[in-house]
């Protein structure tokens, strides 16, 4: 059974560029989740999606957006990127959006912000 | 909101030493608890999850954490850790209607031979 696989692995851009991450989830999950992880805040939620619907947001400004297509795949989108979202951008799956879900997380996309 | 606190950043062990690392967390509702481990160059996938019932769980390759509500902590413990052992660890905790977690900032294990 194929894992959770976030395309690409490696991106880097130029300040005020925008970038869009790519996350396949396990087949038959249902719900995915975007990570941001930096050496001084760790992991932080960014959001969750469920049956194309954003169920859940973190506090992240409104440059972050996501979304979920009928497949379940879920892109996430950075606009007028700051060297500050420079960072690790984890993706996780589950097969629902209930506190007891177990988590799936892919390998993450390494954004350098130059 | 939540928070979730890991006060050691660091610990190297020998091999076959104990481990304990703590974890605490601050929502005072309902929680589930989870330890989350990065092995170096891999994903993150869990070791184990606290929901209900037996305040100690037992996960994978012989960790165990024990839940102490008075005390808001869940603390990861391994009698005799092993060189494959050395990772980062990550407590995580969500308020039990959601699966957004809340991490703490990790400890990274290095265990030596």
């Known amino acids: 059974k194929a894992g959770v696989t976030q395309t690409p692995r490696y991106l880097i851009k130029t300040r005020g560029q925008q970038v869009t991450l790519s996350c396949s989830p396990i087949?038959?999950?249902?719900?995915v989740s975007w990570y941001q992880q930096t050496p001084g805040q760790g992991l932080q939620f960014l959001f969750e999606?469920?049956?194309?619907?954003?169920?859940n947001k973190g506090n992240f400004p409104g440059r972050f957006s996501g979304r979920q297509f009928s497949n379940s795949r879920s892109e996430m989108n950075v606009s007028t990127l700051e060297l500050g979202d420079s960072a690790l951008y984890l993706c996780a799956s589950s097969l629902g959006t209930g506190g007891y879900e177990k988590l799936f997380f892919g390998s993450g996309t390494q954004l350098s912000v130059l | 909101a939540q928070s979730v606190s890991q006060h050691n950043h660091h610990v190297i062990l020998s091999e076959a030493a104990s481990l304990e690392l703590g974890c605490n967390y601050s929502?005072?509702?309902?929680?589930?608890l989870f330890w989350y481990v990065q092995y170096p160059g891999q994903h993150l996938q869990l070791l184990l999850k606290?929901?209900?019932?037996?305040?100690l769980v037992k996960g994978i390759k012989g960790f165990e954490a024990e839940f102490i509500k008075s005390k808001f902590s869940f603390n990861l413990r391994k009698p005799s850790v092993q060189w494959s052992d050395t990772a980062e660890y990550f407590c995580?905790?969500?308020?039990?209607?959601?699966?957004?977690?809340?991490f703490g900032t990790g400890t990274r294990l290095q265990v030596t031979l």
């Open positions: 606290y929901f209900s019932g037996d305040p």
């Open positions: 999606y469920f049956s194309e619907t954003q169920r």
């Open positions: 929502y005072g509702g309902t929680v589930n």
């Open positions: 995580a905790s969500n308020t039990g209607t959601a699966s957004k977690l809340t």
């Open positions: 087949s038959g999950h249902r719900s």
